[in-house]
Nanobody, 115 residues
Framework: QVQLVESGGGLVQAGGSLRLSCVAS????????MGWYRQAPRKPREFVAQIARAGSTNYADSVKGRFTISKDNAKNTVYLQMNSLKPYDTAVYFC?????????WGQGTQVTVSS
């Protein structure tokens, strides 16, 4: 079992920045694809960003140019740097770890962007 613990959420004004962190309890982190997803009230969970084992990244169109995903294998940690935040970025942000035979989710961290 892998535990994922997110942190870094909070309340920020539109145009501001936040950096989310997600720490994994297992070293399989380094051989896994890590992702960030978000879920706004009354909406389905949606993909935000992903970083593969080798470091290649992928982003949702809505966050391209504003969000950056990165990871530190030595710390089993994935980050999401969020700049130029907008009210529609308000959601609970979830960390995800995937590799063959494994798919884990964190509990989420709330991000609220005020206008």
């Amino acid at each position: 079992q892998v535990q994922l613990v997110e942190s870094g959420g909070g309340l920020v004004q539109a145009g501001g920045s936040l950096r989310l962190s997600c720490v994994a309890s297992s070293s399989i982190f380094s051989i896994s694809t890590m992702g960030w997803y978000r879920q706004a009230p009354r909406k389905p969970r949606e993909f935000v960003a992903q970083i593969a084992r080798a470091g290649s990244t992928n982003y949702a169109d809505s966050v391209k140019g504003r969000f950056t995903i990165s990871k530190d294998n030595a710390k089993n940690t994935v980050y999401l740097q969020m700049n130029s935040l907008k009210p529609y970025d308000t959601a609970v942000y979830f960390c995800n770890l995937v590799n063959p035979g494994a798919n884990y989710w964190g509990q989420g961290t709330q991000v609220t962007v005020s206008s």
